[in-house]
């Protein structure tokens, strides 16, 4: 019987909130950037790990894709464009002063946009928040991106946002942790990396 290979995951979801995991969707950022998503087929493979699409609505995408790929080049376009402006508000607020004003203006149009499409549906108790017309919306993937980033933006969870310490990566997330003192966007990379640098520059010392 033929063994199923499995592969690993490209991207990485150590962010604790969705659209911070789409910030993050550039390794290395800081000294060498190695973008993650390079095609139309990488933003839906992204959305589907994140849970944002299903496995029948991201085929249903890649499919009109295939027929429509000039506007799927755009919306690849679009996201990253989004991407950047989320990581520089974040990273401003990190860092205590103001986004820059090019980016609220890009983020408010793509929330009024995004909160256009916004509808509720019927539940069996009550209703629940969906999306109207994204059958075939290239884009639509993008709309839980940027309502959840207006909902964190407006949060109190807003002043828990942190930046890896690792001067490397400088990933974004939410700390959760229960004293609030996480550093590294994950321990097993970016926090063993640093504790072995420390290791050998004390050893170095002291030798």
Not at 11 to 23: E, K, P, R, S, Y
Not at 25 to 42: F, G, K
Not at 75 to 83: F, G, K, T
């Amino acid at each position: 019987m033929a063994e199923t290979e499995i592969q690993a995951s490209t991207f990485d979801f150590t962010g604790n909130h969705v659209c911070l995991d789409f910030a993050n969707t550039v390794q290395d950022r800081p000294t060498n950037p190695h973008e993650l998503l390079n095609s139309y087929n990488d933003l839906v493979s992204w959305s589907q790990e994140a849970h944002i699409l299903t496995e029948n609505e991201a085929r249903q995408l890649r499919e009109e894709a295939t027929r429509r790929p000039t506007e799927a080049a755009v919306v690849l376009q679009r996201a990253i464009h989004l991407r950047e402006a989320l990581y520089r508000i974040f990273l401003a607020l990190i860092m205590g002063s103001s986004p820059q004003e090019a980016d609220l203006v890009t983020f408010n149009a793509l929330l009024s946009e995004t909160m256009a499409q916004g509808c509720l549906v019927p539940k069996e108790s009550g209703f629940a928040w969906d999306w109207s017309n994204k059958e075939k919306a290239l884009d639509h993937m993008l709309w839980p991106l940027v309502r959840s980033a207006a909902d964190l933006l407006t949060s109190e969870n807003l002043d828990d946002v942190r930046v890896c310490a690792s001067e490397d990566c400088r990933w974004l997330f939410l700390d959760t942790s229960k004293n609030h003192s996480r550093r590294w966007c994950d321990m097993k990379s970016c926090g063993n990396r640093a504790k072995v640098r420390k290791h050998y520059s004390q050893k170095k010392h002291s030798a």
